[in-house]
């Protein structure tokens, strides 16, 4: 066992050691040793570096040089700005008036002569037509949104009328559909209030068709003809109405997609099973 002033004296020994190396210049012992380790490390870094750096100038140097026209090419190929749509449509015209001066007919005096045809129009015409764009077609009046209101009531018989007395019932079916229009406008939350067959009554052009089959069973029929009777009447009679107002009036192709989707509704709610059912169209998305 090493006694405290065995230990003092071993200290004291070493620290006079210590201090006659470093009077000497010389580092510790543990000191030299790190120092050794150093070296050695970098040594073994740089020529790693140095190898690497060899390796990569032998690989560079033996590479093929790029092609000239490959380079060329793709700087032609990358465009100085795009401006999309705007580029198209500048591509687009530059094109039709190329086009119109090499078809326009030139005498040999150098005035161009009066064609019987104008081939630029044509072209132009053309191009339009492709675009969906015809210069020609007028514009489409505008017409106000509205919405027909319809309800049909179903009956599983046929009545005999004489005058407003019923004289006899058959067996059959009888359909009764009304139909009538309502403008965007006048729908008022007062308006919305009210239910399918207050807001029928109080439409314009109401009409009311009603169509009887004495085949047992023939509902389909039935709800055809008067869906299509109560459709057609009431549509007729708002754009009649609409027109003497404003002076506007619905083109062919829209009356005739309001009178298909009126159609629809009224007859996929009308075959149903059940005696009444409402229906409603709105003309917003139709036009």
């Given at each position: 066992?090493?006694?405290?002033?065995?230990?003092?004296?071993?200290?004291?020994?070493?620290?006079?050691?210590?201090?006659?190396?470093?009077?000497?210049?010389?580092?510790?012992?543990?000191?030299?040793?790190?120092?050794?380790?150093?070296?050695?490390?970098?040594?073994?870094?740089?020529?790693?570096?140095?190898?690497?750096?060899?390796?990569?100038?032998?690989?560079?140097?033996?590479?093929?040089?790029?092609?000239?026209?490959?380079?060329?090419?793709?700087?032609?190929?990358?465009?100085?700005?795009?401006?999309?749509?705007?580029?198209?449509?500048?591509?687009?015209?530059?094109?039709?008036?190329?086009?119109?001066?090499?078809?326009?007919?030139?005498?040999?005096?150098?005035?161009?002569?009066?064609?019987?045809?104008?081939?630029?129009?044509?072209?132009?015409?053309?191009?339009?037509?492709?675009?969906?764009?015809?210069?020609?077609?007028?514009?489409?009046?505008?017409?106000?949104?509205?919405?027909?209101?319809?309800?049909?009531?179903?009956?599983?018989?046929?009545?005999?009328?004489?005058?407003?007395?019923?004289?006899?019932?058959?067996?059959?079916?009888?359909?009764?559909?009304?139909?009538?229009?309502?403008?965007?406008?006048?729908?008022?939350?007062?308006?919305?209030?009210?239910?399918?067959?207050?807001?029928?009554?109080?439409?314009?052009?109401?009409?009311?068709?009603?169509?009887?089959?004495?085949?047992?069973g023939d509902v389909e029929g039935t709800c055809q003809g008067s869906c299509g009777g109560a459709c057609e009447g009431a549509i007729d009679a708002?754009?009649?109405?609409?027109?003497?107002?404003?002076?506007?009036?619905?083109?062919?192709?829209?009356?005739?997609?309001?009178?298909?989707?009126?159609?629809?509704?009224?007859?996929?709610?009308?075959?149903?099973?059940?005696?009444?059912?409402?229906?409603?169209?709105?003309?917003?998305?139709?036009?």
């Amino acid at each position: 066992m090493v006694t405290r002033p065995q230990a003092a004296l071993c200290g004291r020994t070493c620290l006079r050691a210590s201090h006659q190396l470093s009077a000497r210049g010389e580092p510790p012992r543990g000191m030299r040793a790190l120092a050794r380790g150093r070296d050695a490390l970098d040594t073994t870094r740089g020529g790693r570096d140095d190898v690497s750096r060899d390796r990569f100038a032998e690989h560079r140097a033996a590479s093929p040089p790029p092609r000239p026209e490959r380079t060329q090419a793709a700087a032609n190929a990358a465009p100085d700005s795009f401006h999309g749509p705007k580029r198209l449509l500048d591509g687009l015209v530059c094109t039709v008036i190329a086009v119109a001066v090499a078809v326009s007919p030139v005498t040999a005096a150098g005035a161009p002569e009066s064609p019987t045809e104008d081939p630029a129009g044509s072209l132009v015409a053309t191009i339009a037509g492709i675009l969906g764009r015809d210069s020609d077609a007028p514009d489409s009046d505008p017409i106000d949104p509205f919405t027909l209101f319809g309800t049909n009531t179903k009956q599983f018989l046929v009545e005999i009328l004489d005058g407003d007395r019923v004289t006899a019932q058959r067996r059959g079916v009888t359909v009764r559909t009304c139909v009538s229009a309502v403008k965007a406008s006048q729908e008022t939350p007062a308006f919305q209030s009210l239910g399918t067959r207050q807001k029928v009554e109080a439409g314009s052009g109401l009409t009311c068709v009603q169509t009887q089959s004495t085949v047992e069973g023939d509902v389909e029929g039935t709800c055809q003809g008067s869906c299509g009777g109560a459709c057609e009447g009431a549509i007729d009679a708002y754009i009649a109405r609409y027109k003497g107002e404003s002076g506007y009036t619905v083109d062919a192709a829209a009356r005739k997609r309001i009178l298909r989707a009126c159609n629809k509704a009224c007859y996929r709610n009308c075959k149903r099973g059940g005696r009444t059912f409402d229906f409603v169209v709105a003309s917003r998305n139709l036009f």
